[in-house]
């Protein structure tokens, strides 16, 4: 098994880890017994305890090693998994939440995947390496999307006359074995993984600090729309305007997620023949102008095929991004160029929600789509004036 196969291993299998306990928090913790107040300080203690790992990870994950600091946030991951399975007090589990980065978001944005999409340019070629990106993409979007749907077996469970804890606790070992499995992968990551000249000194160029930071301005306004558009706010959208059942909001939101993965894919075959940028913006901007027009569908059948249609391009740019950082980076700098990026979206996606739900309460339901929508197209436009000349390695002449 060689370097790249083992990330795509390990990352599959964490993401499956982190959309059934997504999905299984909050039930586990109401079953314990734990009050509301007690459930938002574990899932936030957990997200803490990620957002400092990443922290951590930008500026020293090359000087510790990238193999070295995988196996330890893994390690930790699986220890806080085991320990929640077996602890009942809310202060308890938080801890055990913020030492194992227990993530409560159903999708993966932690440190590991930062050093993973470090490493992954090293296993492939310049003209492969977005290929590589979409296949690393889809294989986490499938493990978001099977992990959600084994959060169904503790109710499976119950029914074969299972204690209701038990089964949940059962799950949460299944969580440690998952995230467990990725220990021997990254033991085996060859000496090609690790970040050549990385030193205690400056970690990047000035140029690529410039570019590092100027795309992460550019970042922080899509992640902020972003926030705009999470999954329960247009959830929520869509119940409040349509009236439609949960079960039907969630099966609308499965294809999505499949839709996602696909287009994966696509996107890598349009880099070939546009380039990176433009196949970032020029699939964003229809996606964009597909969600504002949600807000004016007649009915709950014609919104869903436009939100589809929009989720079948919204992510294009994911691949795109993150083949496109790492490769207007030396490769030594691509660690902290992936840690900042990410930390830059983390922010922004945490900033927007409260204003999104007060101006749908205040001023229109469909508010944060046009929000959303309108600084997703002005992040598209300013990312295609700043970055059009500035071409990846397999993109410049000879």
């Given at each position: ?12 299998l964490?993401?499956?880890a982190?959309g ?6 909050g ?15 574990v ?10 790992a ?9 000087r510790?090693?990238?193999k ?5 946030l893994?390690?930790?991951?699986a220890l806080?998994?085991?320990?929640a ?18 993530n409560?978001?159903?999708?993966d ?21 977005t290929?590589a ?29 299972l204690?209701e804890?038990e ?5 949460f070992?299944?969580?440690?074995a998952?995230v467990a ?5 990254y033991?085996?990551?060859?000496r ?9 000194g400056?970690?990047?160029s ?10 992460s ?7 902020i ?6 999954s ?7 119940f ?8 039907t909001?969630g099966?609308?939101f499965?294809?999505?997620r ?11 075959w ?5 380039g ?19 807000a ?12 589809l249609?929009r ?8 691949p795109?991004?993150?083949s496109?950082?790492?490769a ?13 990026t990410?930390?830059?979206r ?9 204003f999104?739900g007060w ?9 944060p789509l046009f929000?959303g ?5 002005a ?7 700043a ?7 397999e993109?410049?002449?000879p």
């Amino acid at each position: 098994m060689n370097d790249r196969q083992r990330i795509y291993t390990a990352a599959f299998l964490r993401a499956l880890a982190t959309g059934m306990v997504g999905v299984l928090l909050g039930l586990y913790l109401a079953k314990l017994g734990v009050a509301a107040s007690g459930i938002g300080l574990v899932i936030a203690a957990g997200l803490i305890g990620a957002t400092l790992a990443l922290v951590a990870t930008t500026w020293l994950g090359d000087r510790l090693g990238r193999k070295q600091s995988l196996l330890a946030l893994t390690a930790l991951a699986a220890l806080g998994g085991l320990a929640a399975a077996f602890l009942n007090d809310a202060s308890a589990l938080a801890a055990a939440a913020f030492v194992g980065m227990l993530n409560g978001m159903g999708r993966d944005r932690g440190a590991a995947l930062v050093l993973e999409q470090a490493i992954l340019p090293s296993t492939t070629d310049d003209a492969s390496r977005t290929q590589a990106f979409a296949r690393y993409n889809v294989l986490t979007d499938l493990g978001h999307a099977l992990g959600a749907l084994l959060a169904a077996v503790p109710t499976l469970l119950v029914a074969a006359g299972l204690a209701e804890q038990e089964s949940y606790r059962g799950m949460f070992l299944v969580y440690a074995a998952l995230v467990a499995l990725g220990l021997p992968l990254y033991a085996g990551l060859s000496r090609a993984a690790e970040a050549a000249g990385a030193t205690l000194g400056t970690p990047v160029s000035p140029e690529s600090r410039r570019i590092v930071w100027k795309i992460s301005a550019l970042f922080a306004i899509d992640s902020i729309a972003g926030g705009f558009l999470g999954s329960a706010l247009l959830s929520y959208f869509f119940f409040e305007r349509f009236a439609v059942a949960a079960a039907t909001i969630g099966a609308l939101f499965f294809a999505a997620r499949c839709l996602n993965a696909l287009s994966h894919l696509g996107a890598a075959w349009l880099a070939q023949r546009i380039g990176l940028v433009n196949t970032m913006v020029f699939t964003h901007i229809p996606s964009s102008v597909l969600l504002a027009s949600v807000a004016f569908a007649p009915n709950f059948w014609v919104a869903a095929v436009l939100f589809l249609l929009r989720e079948g391009l919204v992510e294009m740019d994911v691949p795109t991004r993150q083949s496109y950082v790492m490769a207007v980076v030396r490769p030594e700098e691509r660690t902290y160029a992936s840690g900042v990026t990410h930390l830059v979206r983390l922010g922004g996606w945490s900033v927007a929600p409260s204003f999104a739900g007060w101006l749908m309460q205040t001023a229109s339901l469909a508010a944060p789509l046009f929000i959303g929508a309108g600084m997703k197209i002005a992040y598209d436009l300013l990312l295609w004036r700043a970055f059009r000349r500035l071409k990846p390695p397999e993109e410049r002449g000879p």
